[in-house]
């Protein structure tokens, strides 16, 4: 049974749907560099050197996403002022912007 603790704005929804996409997106790519044989033509086949560039990259811009993403949720709790209980992970309705646990 989840319990609502509190509403975010349209805005607020919006940001917070970016930034899971983003991450979505590039962890997506990860997967995608590091199957050799996701295009068919040879010739458009990143080298080892070029793929390792791009991985860290991806990574460093992976690793910069999931803490917008945190900093999402620790600034809205503050703003809304929503409990912190153990063992719990708030969540958000993209239906209604309400937040729950």
Known sequence: MKK?????????KNELVMLFEQHQLLSNMV???NNPYSTSKEEDRLTDEERDILYEKLIGNIEKSKLSFDCWWYERSKKYQWPKLENTILKIDFQTNEVYY
């Open 4 to 12: 609502i603790v509190g509403k975010v704005t349209e805005d607020e």
């Open 31 to 33: 997967t995608l560099i």
